[in-house]
Each structure stands twice: as C-alpha cells, then as structure tokens.
C-alpha cells in the first residue's frame, strides 16, 4: 500500500490533493501512535510546545521553591501536620531515587544491561563513607578517619565506579539473563556480607574483626561539608540533593545525544551490528557500567550522610532494588524525563499509602476509576455499582432478620468514607481470621472474573461479589496491615502496568525482531 | 586434618540434603526458562507457598492431642497438597501475569514476576503471619530417628528429603522422555513458533511446564521445613536465587544438569559453612556461578546457542 | 598491491570444512561479486572478514595488514563496513541516528568532553551529523527530510537496505561488503541500486565485493565475478567467463545444463 517509489517530498500547502499511500501518512505516524486524544492529550500538546529547556526550568523552579511552599503555613493547616519534616524528609528521598534512577537508566535503559545488582553501588558506597567519616575505624591512638567530604566523595565515587567496571568485566562474557542473575547474585552477596560479616578471622589478628556492625548498621556518621560549610538539616540537604540530580541529569543528557548515547543505543537494539559497525561494545558497556555505579555512588555518599547511618536491610537490599525498577520501568525505560516522574511516583506514593485515610481513598478511588475506564458504556458501570450497594444491602438485611449478633459493625477506625463502608459491611466478631479467608477468596473471585470477561451473564454478577470481597479484605484485613498492603499494591501496580503499557508512561514502545 | 575428616560425612549428607532442595527448584527454574525463555522470579515464592501448605496440613492432622494418621501418611499428604496447591498458583501466575506479555519486550515479564514476587509474599504475610512458624524439634520426626551407617548417622529426615528428590527427579525424566505431553514440551523449547504451527497446543504446554515445575518446588517447600523446622514468608527470595544460580550452572534447560548444579551448590555451601566460616555461605553460590560461566558460558550440561549472522 | 588479499584460507567449523584453501584478492576501486549456490560460503567469507568468525588457517590482509586477532570494530576502523544479509539495523533508533553510529571510529570525544559539550566535541558533532546528511542524500530523496527523525522500524524493506549501506559509508570505509543487498526488492529497485553501487566507485571512490544472487545485478556492475563452491574457489574472471565456465553451471545446475544469462 506504502508507495516506495514515490520520490516527491511531502506535500505541503492546501492545493496538495490527498492521495492514498502518500507519505504525509508516514510522516505522522508517530504523532498517530501517541494518540493524543481528550483533555489529557490536550495537556499534553500545550506541555510539548513549550520549549524543552523552558520545561526543564520550570520543573527546577517547581522543586526549587516546592519546600517553600510545603514549610507555609497555610499550607500545614490544610493538610493538618504541625511541621513540614515528614514532607521534606520524602522530597529529599525522592531526590536520592531520583539521581538512583538516572543511573540504573543508563545501564539498563540506554546501554540495554540487565543490571539486577545496581543497589550493592548505593550500598558500598553508602559503606565506604561510613567507613572513612565516623568513629568506626580505629587505628593506633586516632579514634575514626574523618575525611573531608570533598576527599571523600570523589575517592568513593572512583573507588564504586572501579568495582562496578570489575563487575562489567566478569558480564561481559555473559548476555541477557545470565548477565542478571550474576548481578543479582552480587547485589545480595552484598547484603548477606554486610549483614553477616562480624567477625571475620584474619591472619595477622587474633581475635576476629566487625566489619559491618551486622544488621544494626554503623551510625553517627559525618555531615556533608563543603568549602566550610556544614549540610545539617533536612532542608539543607534538600538543596544539595536538587543540586547533584540537575548536575547528574544534565551530565547523563548529554552523554546520551552523543556518540557515547548513541554507541548505547545501537548496543541494546543489536550488539553484533554495532560492534561489526566499528563500536567497540565491549568498552562501551563497561562505560554504562561505570557510569551507573557511579551516580549510584554519589547518591549513596550523601544519602549515608544526610541519614547519619548505614543499615543493610532495607536500605541496600532487593526490595529497594525492585523499587527502583519499578520507578525505571514506570516512567519509561530511556527517559530521562520519565525515570525521574517514576521515581516521583514511587516515593510519593508509597508514603500517601502509610495512611490509613489516605489508603482508603486512594483504594476505592482507584479502583472506581478503574471500573469506569473499562466499563463501557456507562450504564453497565452504573449498574454494577448499584448492583453492588443493593446486594451488600440484602446481605445486610437477612443477616439482621435471621443473626442480629452476628454483625458487630466495623472498627470504627479511618475516615467517613471508611466508615461507612464498615456500616455496609456485615462484619462479623472474628473478622480478623476471616478477613484473612476473604483476602485470598477476593483474589480468587477477581482472577475468574477476568477469566470469564467475555461473557456478560457471569461477568457482572461475579464482579459485583469480588467488589464486596474485596471492600471486606480492604476493611478487615488490608487497611489493618499498612506495610505489607503497600508492597502487595505496589507488586500488583507493576503486573497491571506490564500488561496495559510495557513502555511505560514516557517511554518509547519498542520494536524487536526475534 | 583429624577434625576436617570427623566433620566430613556429616558435612557431605548437609550438603546432598541441601543441594536436592536446590535442585528441586532449578529444575522448575530450568523447565520454565528453557520454554519461554523468562526468568520467572517469583518461582522462588511458589515453593514458599508450598512450604506453608505443607505446613497447613502438619497444623490440622497433628493437633495437640499428637497426630490423627501415621507420621508417614502425614508427610504423604503434606506433600501432596503442596504438589498440587503449589501447581496450582504457578499457573494462575502464569494465566494472569505472563500469558499476556508473551511477546512483550523482554523486561516486561521480568518485572511483572517481580511484581508477583512481592504480591505472593505479602499477601502471606498479611493472612497468615509475618513472623516465622515452627514445626517444634523432633514433633513430626522423632529427634532420635536415626539411621546408622558405620560412624555415620543419617537423620530420617534428610534421607526423606533424597529419596522424595530422587523419586520426583525419576518421574519427571520418564515423564520428558516418554510421554506425548513431555515430547511436546522439548519441541516447544527448542521452537515456540514452529511447535504451534505443527499442531501442538503451545498454551496447555506452558501451562503444564509451570505446574510440573511449581509441583517440584512445593515438595522442596515442605521438605526444607521437615529438615529445618523453621518456614517463613521471605524463605523464597534466597532459595529462588539459589535454585536459579543452580539451573545456570547445571546448563539451563538441562534436566540432569539441574540437578547437578544443585548438589554443586549445595555441597560448596555445605563445605564452606563447616570448613571456612558461615559468613560466606551464601556468597559462596555466587562464586561458583561466576567460575562456572567464565570457563563454560553454557553451564556444565547446556548445549552452547548457535547464532547466525 | 591488491587492497584485499585472502591467501590459502580454511576454516572448520566442527568437522566441518566451510571455507577450504580460498585465495583470490580485490584491489582498489574494483567491484567483485562472489557468487555461489546457496551454502557455498559466501557470507562466511564477510564474516571471516569482518572478525565475526574466528580465523581459520591462512591469512587475511586488508591494505597490507594482517587482519588476524583483530576484534570486529577494530576491523572497520581500518577501513571495511559491511551491510547484512539478514538487515541489521537499530529499529529503534531514528535514520539519522543510525547513520551517525556508524561514524564512532573515527570519533574521539570522551565522556568528559561529552559531558561540558566542549568546543571540539561540539565541531565534531556537528561534522559527523552533516557527514551523516551527506551519506543520507546520495539515495536521493528516499531517506531526506522528515525521514531523518523517523524511528527506522517505520522504513520499508528497501529503505532498510539502503539505510544499511549509508551507515556503512559513514564508518569511513573504503572497502564495503555488501551482502545482498537487492534481496527482497523489486526490479526497478534492483536496478536503481546497481547503478547506485556503480556510483558509489566512480564518485565515492569505494571498493565493493558484492554477494548477489540477481544475476542481472552481478552481470550489470561486476568487474570481476569469483564463483564458490562448498567452500572453494571453482572460477573467476569476468562475468562471461565465470558464467560460461562449466564448473560454475555444474555447481548451480548440476551436470547438463546452462546458466541462464
């Protein structure tokens, strides 16, 4: 259909007769494939036709003066806290994945390296500082190395990027998958010596040395200090993290729209072209690796400091690890622009998560948004809902008739909201040990309702009874349990998004041959 | 040299018990990879689950009166529900969070199986309970279950856990080489494509290659807890590692070398704990699959890929 | 001195002998077709060229210079590109961006340059996207313009193939292999690339040993055919000669027949 031969350029002006095959449909085949439609592909347009570095700038200026903002009072009295730590203490995380992000979207993003290791560079470097600024090493009469920071940073920063290129050398042999499970074997090899390595014999001492304080970590670490002054409060630190991320994200910008960017690029679509195309591939994943390991370094020096300690568990192990990929992934693997929105993403959200109230609002109202985006037309959703409400009113109802003990109403606890979804309810006296029962039964009910998507008479029915399932797991069990929620949300944010939209929200689809 | 040859039967049963745990995951590891060609992390929670299905069964047959049925029918139905419960949940993963991605870009499945990982675990944590659970020393196997052979004495346990390995690993070869179903699955492996455009029915075969495989894992579940007494709800995370570094080291795809990579594995750890220090158990694995790769890419048993220009 | 020169070369692979006592050499500004029945060796001989392959016994020299335990991109630093015959291009990179890969070996800017756009990393980016313009525009309009932006999964077929020469070209070669480069094309392409290859001799100076299967292709360009067989050189010389050699109307034919010019 796609006339090659047609040598004229693309028409242009009014008096062009559209033609069928033309190659105007070709020139917008991208703008076709982001589809953007509605109010958000609107927003969208306006954001594209600003400028990219005018974008940028007010991004900065956002995150310049956000902690302004957050530390106002006015703005405290809205959201009921009496001081703005709890908020600067995330934004100043956020910074720290965000600069964690950048790096392991270099490695795996451009360069297409499976990385599972990528913590264990936050981590040593996060060691590393503790070893060279704080009371723990002791030598002869002097009590701890207290490096100045800038000694320090530059040495541990070559010092990761040193061990992250030994460990490209030992991949380079490897592709793919084995590559991750190498890396993956190394990332927690790291954790478990951090976690374990106590006491460990040497041949020049008698009695064994502690070389990582185990579990609880080394604490009391140096503050950051530069040309005299000394980084102390979160909103200190705030600065400097923003101040590293746009220093790191220029940096990796540039080295990606470049030959470096480039040589990545066509290493991770197809290594044996590039390296027949005269890049020498080889080198050039050892650069993604160093790089990576690199940024994860600077990161890790300042987060060690700003947090005054290194503790193994969870702080360098594969829960941060996957938390990162989630960001990576979500954002979009190779955008820039995108990692750091994911990161945004995951540290924010998990955080809204902790509270109860939050937690709730954020459950139903995503999943009625969920509802409403798939139900289609709008009727069928109106339906269900009210399907739902009657049949938890009925349940209600003949409970009341035949049992009146049976339901002792809700714990009372989280907001109207949750409530009134307790009063809904029946919940019975032991509702913690059945809530347990009704949590898998709600993932049961859920998975066939998926299965039987097709067929309408079983559909809605059987959704409707995974809705009230669900709202119980949510109020007896789910709500009850912050930690462990967060996670199982988390996990089931990334399945739904690898199936809905693998390239994430700003990445490129991709295209492979197999 | 008197201590290490004291220490040495002992050390060799550990690892051979280890090491048929860790086999019993590659093999599931291997199976999956050597068909679609994904690294299916959250295997390594399937063969939690089958630990705490096993233990299930252990808490309603052996209540405090002492137990209901014979120890030996115990331990049958213990693992037959966490064959078949383990089965079970690997191919709702499979339905639910893989079908779709299949020809997704390459991360795609890897990060969703991350993300079941964390679903699986959690989810446990939440209904069941987030601190270990205890078999009690000597409650379903006498502590004093001994068999002696020589200067040797072998725990009925750990004899438990190599013979079930061994019979499962006996069935599963007979059940790859001699039957139609197993016929299918290594034409799927060696081409996805061109089996299902012969007329094999690729879906049913994957499904089936993550059930077997999440049946072996769940008997190494209740196995590992019959031995170690001890389960709990992250024990899949570190196994699951093991047992993969054990599938890459034996060769992946490859039956046999599944196994072997896993009695490697285990003995090396077992070796290292008794003769070096526990410190480095653990990274122990690791070094072995990093020697293994460097001086053969394709693990002791795998066949090296062609690649064609 | 001939620009190529392949002395008594062997390579087994596994029991297997692929390339057996293979001589022959090109020199500069030629353009030599290796032509064969399928299996014959053909692309083996690029890929020992290109140091895909591990060399066999015998030498290779490229310019007077041993090519052997060279890796592949230090190869094409000396001078050879090649095209595949299976198209390898980066589907997800934009045309442009795929031409300007090619030119990373005769580029020098490190990280540190790249990092503070530094002067010469700026002179030397702008020189490798106008080298790639220029590459780009010697396909005429085919691939100018909005094209340059474009994803190259969005290319046709012969798009592809000519975008695989252009990020040939900007390697900086002197020497190109292409592996057939017509396959999958129409007449009318098939035809417009041979005088394309003719062009790329008489104004790019290039030297090219073509594999082809066309033999219109190979008769209209060729100033020199080598045909092989099971890994051996049966004949060479020109067009009409090597098609009209018995040997070479066995190996395609098999006894009793005639090529069909």
């Known amino acids: 259909m796609l006339d090659d031969s047609d040598q004229r350029p693309p028409a242009t002006g009014e008096e062009a007769p559209p033609r069928i095959g033309a190659d105007e449909w070709v020139a917008q085949e991208a703008t076709r494939r982001r589809g953007q439609t509605g109010i958000g592909g609107r927003i969208a347009a306006v954001w594209e036709s600003i400028p990219l570095t005018k974008r940028f700038g007010l991004v900065l200026l956002l995150l310049i003066f956000a902690p302004v903002v957050t530390g106002s009072q006015p703005f405290l009295d809205l959201i009921g806290l009496s001081n703005d730590a709890f908020i600067l203490r995330i934004g100043a995380r956020f910074l720290i994945f965000a600069m964690l992000a950048i790096g392991l979207n270099v490695v795996v993003g451009y360069a297409g390296l499976l990385d599972l290791g990528y913590v264990a560079f936050f981590g040593i470097a996060g060691y590393l500082y503790a070893y060279l600024s704080s009371d723990f090493i002791i030598i002869g009469s002097m009590k701890g190395i207290h490096l100045p920071t800038l000694v320090s940073l530059p040495l541990i920063v070559l010092a990761t990027a040193s061990v992250g290129r030994l460990l490209g050398l030992v991949s380079l042999r490897l592709s793919g998958d084995y590559l991750a499970i190498v890396t993956l074997g190394f990332g927690q090899v790291f954790v478990q010596l951090a976690l374990t390595a106590t006491r460990v014999r040497v041949p020049w001492r008698t009695r064994p040395i502690d070389l ?42 540039h080295l990606n729209y470049s030959r470096i960017g480039r040589a990545w690029h066509s290493i991770r679509d197809d290594e044996l072209a590039a390296e027949a195309m005269g890049t020498p591939t080889n080198r050039m994943k050892l650069l993604a690796f160093t790089v990576g390991a690199a940024i994860a370094a600077v990161a890790g020096v300042v987060d060690a400091a700003w947090q005054g300690n290194v503790v193994p568990v969870p702080r360098y192990s594969v829960l941060t690890l996957i938390n990162l990929y989630a960001m990576v992934v979500l954002g979009g693997i190779g955008s820039l622009s ?30 009625l948004i969920g509802l409403l985006a798939l139900l289609r037309p709008l009727r069928r959703f109106a339906v269900l809902l009210a399907a739902t409400v009657a049949g938890g009113l009925v349940v209600k109802g003949l409970v009341l008739l035949i049992a009146p003990g049976l339901d002792i109403g809700g714990s009372g606890s989280g907001s109207f909201l949750n409530r009134l979804v307790q009063s809904w309810l029946v919940i019975p006296e032991s509702a913690k040990s059945i809530g347990n029962v009704v949590v898998v039964l709600a993932v049961l009910t859920l998975l066939t309702t998926i299965l039987v998507r097709h067929r309408e008479r079983l559909f809605l029915p059987l959704l409707a009874l995974s809705l009230y399932l669900s709202a119980f797991a949510w109020e007896t069990r789910l709500a009850l349990e912050p930690a462990a929620t967060r996670i199982v949300i988390v996990g089931t944010t990334l399945v739904v998004l690898m199936i809905v939209r693998p390239q994430g929200l700003l990445g490129k689809a991709e295209v492979r041959v197999t | 040299m008197e201590i290490f040859l004291t220490l040495l039967p002992q050390t060799l049963i550990n690892g051979l018990t280890l090491g048929s745990v860790y086999g019993l995951i590659a093999l599931g590891y291997s199976m999956v990879y050597g068909i679609l060609k994904l690294l299916n992390f959250a295997h390594g929670d399937i063969y939690m689950i089958g630990a705490y299905l096993g233990y299930g069964v252990f808490i309603m047959l052996f209540t405090e009166a002492g137990a209901l049925i014979p120890t030996a029918l115990i331990i049958v139905s213990m693992l037959v529900v966490a064959m078949v419960g383990a089965g079970v949940v690997s191919v709702a993963v499979e339905r639910f969070a893989y ?82 179903l197993g016929r299918a699955m290594r034409a799927v492996s060696i081409d996805l494509d061109a089996a299902a455009m012969m007329g094999i029915n690729v879906n049913q075969v994957i499904l089936v290659t993550f059930f077997l495989g999440a049946v072996l894992a769940g008997a190494a579940g209740v196995l590992v807890g019959i031995v170690f007494l001890s389960i709990r709800h992250t024990m899949g995370f570190l196994a699951g590692l093991k047992g993969f570094t054990a599938a890459v080291v034996g060769g992946i795809g490859s039956i046999p070398g599944a196994v072997a990579g896993g009695l490697l594995l285990g003995m090396a750890e077992s070796f290292t704990s008794v003769y070096i220090s526990a410190t480095f158990k653990d990274a122990v694995a690791f070094i072995v699959l990093v020697i293994v790769l460097l001086l053969k890419p394709s693990g002791l048993m795998g066949r090296p890929l062609l690649q064609k220009v | 001195m001939a620009l190529l020169e392949f002395e008594n070369v062997t390579l087994n692979f596994g029991g297997l002998t692929v390339i057996n006592d293979l001589s022959f050499k090109v020199e500069e500004q030629e353009i030599v077709s290796l032509i064969g029945p399928n299996g014959a060796g053909k692309s083996t001989v690029l890929n020992i060229l290109t140091g895909l392959y591990p060399p066999g016994r015998g030498v290779v020299r490229f310019d007077g210079r041993s090519l052997a335990g060279l890796r592949p991109h230090q190869i094409t630093a000396l001078g050879v590109a090649r095209t595949f015959q299976t198209l390898r291009i980066y589907l997800n990179m934009s045309v442009l961006e795929n031409v300007m890969t090619g030119a990373f070996c005769h580029t020098r800017c490190g990280p540190l340059a790249t990092i503070l756009r530094l002067p010469r990393w700026r002179s030397e980016e702008a020189r490798v996207r106008a080298l790639a313009e220029e590459n780009l525009a010697f396909f005429g309009t085919r691939l100018q313009g909005y094209r340059h932006n474009q994803p190259a999964y969005s ?3 012969a798009n592809r193939r000519r975008l695989e020469i252009a990020r040939a070209m900007t390697t900086g070669a002197k020497f190109l292999m292409l592996d057939e480069p017509t396959a999958g094309m129409n007449p009318n392409e098939s035809a417009e690339l041979t005088e394309l290859i003719g062009r790329l001799r008489d104004e790019g100076g290039y030297t090219t040993l073509l594999i082809e299967h066309d033999m219109s292709v190979v008769g209209t360009i060729s100033d020199r055919v080598i045909a092989l067989d099971h890994g051996e050189k049966i004949a060479e010389g020109s067009y009409d000669e090597v098609t009209s050699d018995p040997k070479v109307i066995e190996a395609y034919l098999g006894r009793r027949g005639r090529l069909n010019p």
């Open chain 1, 212 to 253: 990582t304080r185990g579990p609880n970590g080394i604490n009391r670490l140096d503050e950051v200090s530069l040309f005299g002054f000394t980084f102390e409060t979160t909103l200190q630190y705030y600065y400097l993290f923003l101040a590293l991320l746009v220093l790191i994200f220029v940096a990796v910008r």
């Open chain 1, 338 to 367: 995108g990692v750091v929105i994911g990161a945004f993403i995951f540290t924010v959200l998990p955080e809204l998560l902790r509270s109860i109230t939050l937690a709730g609002f954020l459950f139903y109202g995503a999943g």
């Open chain 2, 99 to 180: 079908r779709p991605l299949r020809y997704a870009p390459r991360i795609a499945p890897l990060i969703s199986a991350l993300g079941v990982s964390f679903i699986l675990q959690n989810t446990v944590q939440i209904t069941v309970s987030p601190r270990p659970l205890s078999y009690g020393s000597g409650t379903l196997i006498p502590r004093d279950a001994s068999f002696d052979l020589g200067d040797l004495s072998v725990h009925a346990s750990r004899l438990l856990v190599i013979g079930t390995t061994l019979v499962l690993m006996l069935a599963l070869t007979y059940f790859v080489r001699q039957t139609r």
């Open chain 3, 155 to 157: 290319l046709s077929y």
